[in-house]
Nanobody
């Protein structure tokens, strides 16, 4: 059984918006920090955003600040990534993960989803 399932990816144009969702299948995952990562073709997977459990503190990669917003709905056991003003360089497979977070240099992921593809045309 998949523990994290992403959805909401697709093909859009430059400047468009998308909202990705990541639904957790197990209740215990509510107590985990949630991440979004992405992996572009031929590149390594990179951190996008994280949201903590308590107080919903958020942190973002510099390249998405002001454009992407991470949020979570604990009642639905779901985390979201609202992506605005998309650019061709945002094209990637976006992955949801659950883990722990201390600061931007100290974090880890325990569970991963299989990803959802976002393609942005120019």
């Amino acid at each position: 059984q998949e523990t994290l399932v992403e959805s909401g990816g697709g093909l859009v144009r430059t400047g468009d918006s998308l909202r990705l969702s990541c639904a957790a299948s197990e209740g215990f995952l509510r107590s985990y920090v949630k991440f979004w990562f992405r992996q572009a073709p031929g590149k390594e997977r990179e951190f996008v955003a994280v949201i903590t459990v308590h107080f919903n503190n958020t942190h973002y990669a510099d390249f998405v600040k002001g454009r992407f917003t991470i949020s979570r709905d604990n009642a639905k056991n779901t985390v979201y990534l609202q992506m605005n003003n998309l650019k061709p360089e945002d094209t990637a497979v976006y992955y949801c993960a659950a883990g722990w977070f201390v600061d931007s240099d100290h974090y880890g992921m325990n569970y991963w989803g299989k990803g959802t593809l976002v393609s942005v045309s120019s």
